[in-house]
C-alpha cells in the first residue's frame, strides 16, 4: 500500500513535526478527541481488510509471497504501520504494514504490470466494498431500529461508529488511488500509460515522490481528493437509500 523510497528519516521527522501539533490540538478539544476514539475501529477495519486484499489478490495471481509472510490475515496487528495507523487516526490519511509481492510469481495469463495493477487495486476497492456494506447496514438500523434505540445513548454511539467507519475507508481508499508514488494510483496507471510516458514516470520517481510529500504537507492532497471523497460518499449512500426506499 505504502512503500517510501526515500530517507525514511527524513520523513518520519517531518510526519513527527505533524503529529506534534495534531496531538495538540486534540488534547486542547475534548470534542476532537473523543471523535479520534470513535474512529479507532474504523481504522483497524479499514487498514486491516486493505492489506489483507493486496496480499489475497497477490495469491489468487499466483503469488505465495504474501501468505507466506502471514499477511493473508484479517488480524489487525500482522498490518499495523505505528506511524501509518497513528496518521490515519488523527489526520484523516495514513497507510498500513506493506505488503510484500512478487510480480515474477504472477499467472503468465496477464502481463506483470496489469498483475500489479489489479493486486494494487484490490486494497483501495476493498475499501469501497466495506464502505457500502457499512452504508447498508447504516441505512438498515435507521430503516428498521426503534425511536427509542435511535435515541438513546448506545444508538447514537452505534451510529457514529458506523458513520465513521464509512468515512475513513472511503477517505483511505479515494487517498490511495492518487496517481502518484508511493500511493496504489501509481500502479494502478501504468497498463494505461504509452511506453514514452511509462518510462518518465520510472525514470523521475524520485521527483514524484518528492511531489507527493509537498501536495501532502500542503495540504492540496486533501483540496484535491475532498471533492471526490464527497462524490464516492454520496453514491454509496443514495445506493444505500435506495436498496431500503430511504
Not at 28 to 33: A, E, R
Not at 49 to 71: C, I, V, W
Not at 216 to 242: D, E, F, H, M
Request: proline share 5%.
Amino acid at each position: 500500500m505504502f512503500n517510501f523510497s526515500l530517507d525514511k528519516k527524513t520523513i518520519y521527522i517531518i510526519i513527527a513535526i505533524m503529529l506534534v501539533f495534531l496531538i495538540i490540538q486534540y488534547a486542547t478539544n475534548p470534542g476532537q478527541l473523543m471523535g479520534l476514539l470513535l474512529s479507532a475501529p474504523g481504522v483497524l477495519i479499514a487498514i486491516t481488510f486493505h492489506e489483507f486484499a493486496h496480499g489475497y489478490a497477490a495469491y489468487k495471481l499466483g503469488d505465495n509471497t504474501a501468505k507466506n509472510e502471514g499477511r493473508l490475515s484479517l488480524n489487525p496487528l500482522d498490518h499495523l504501520d505505528p506511524i501509518g495507523t497513528l496518521l490515519l487516526l488523527v489526520a484523516g490519511f495514513g497507510w498500513g504494514k506493506p505488503v510484500h509481492v512478487n510480480p515474477m510469481n504472477y499467472t503468465r495469463k496477464m502481463s506483470m504490470e496489469k498483475g500489479e495493477a489489479i493486486v494494487s487495486f484490490a486494497g483501495p476497492l476493498m475499501n469501497f466494498i466495506l464502505a457500502l456494506i457499512f452504508t447498508i447496514i447504516y441505512c438498515a438500523i435507521y430503516k428498521f431500529a426503534s425511536l427509542a434505540f435511535m435515541t438513546s445513548n448506545v444508538g447514537y454511539i452505534i451510529m457514529l461508529l458506523i458513520s465513521s467507519t464509512i468515512a475513513i475507508n472511503i477517505g483511505l481508499g479515494v487517498f490511495n488511488l492518487i496517481p502518484l508514488p508511493p500511493l496504489d494510483g501509481s500502479k494502478i496507471i501504468m497498463p494505461f500509460l504509452p511506453n514514452s510516458a511509462k518510462q518518465f514516470f520510472i525514470n523521475n520517481e524520485q521527483i514524484f515522490y518528492i511531489v507527493f510529500i509537498f501536495i501532502w504537507i500542503t495540504g492540496i492532497a486533501g483540496t484535491i481528493i475532498t471533492p471526490l471523497i464527497n462524490g464516492v460518499s454520496a453514491g454509496i449512500l443514495s445506493l444505500g437509500r435506495l436498496i431500503f426506499g430511504l
